[in-house]
């Protein structure tokens, strides 16, 4: 028997886990109401929200929570559908996309993919679906 190993995935991929290094079970996540934003663990521990989507299973876009203004962490409102960063109002979308400065650049997005109960987490370098163009972390 080989247990599953949690970071050689060919592209990247790390499993999510949660703020005490613990795997995240997708069931866990998928028991929340629908539109719930999950904060896990990402790539190099970056927290990353995880979206509960209407048909019952995660959004493939990840949004890394890191306000691309400096760097600050942000709570995502549900009343007002947006994440909204407390250290100088910058607000974004659901998809991360930018609504009100000072930032200037989408959110970052990570790719997630779902297999046999477990949370995929890898680098998202294709073209950035909300600008059309090369993502500007790549
Ligand atoms: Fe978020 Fe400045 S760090 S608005």
Same mark, same amino acid.
């Given at each position: ?35 719930? !934003?999950? +904060? ?13 989507? $209407?048909?019952? &299973?995660?959004? /493939? ?43 200037? !650049?989408? +959110? ?13 987490? $890898?680098?998202? &370098?294709?073209? /950035? ?10």
């Amino acid at each position: 028997f080989v247990p599953p190993k949690e970071s050689d995935s060919s592209d990247g991929a790390i499993l999510a886990k949660d703020k005490l290094g613990h795997v995240i079970p997708a069931s866990q996540i998928l028991s929340e109401p629908v539109g719930t !934003r999950a +904060l896990i663990a990402g790539l190099a521990g970056e927290p990353t929200y995880l979206t509960v989507k $209407a048909n019952g &299973t995660l959004d /493939d876009r990840g949004i890394v929570n890191n306000c691309t203004h400096l760097g600050c962490t942000f709570p995502w409102n549900g009343r007002d559908e947006q994440f909204q960063c407390p250290c100088h109002g910058s607000r974004y979308s659901p998809d991360g996309s930018v609504v009100r400065g000072p930032a200037d !650049r989408p +959110l970052k997005l990570v790719r997630v993919r779902v297999e046999d109960n477990r949370i995929w987490i $890898a680098p998202w &370098t294709d073209i /950035d679906p909300r600008t059309g163009a090369k993502p500007w972390w790549v």
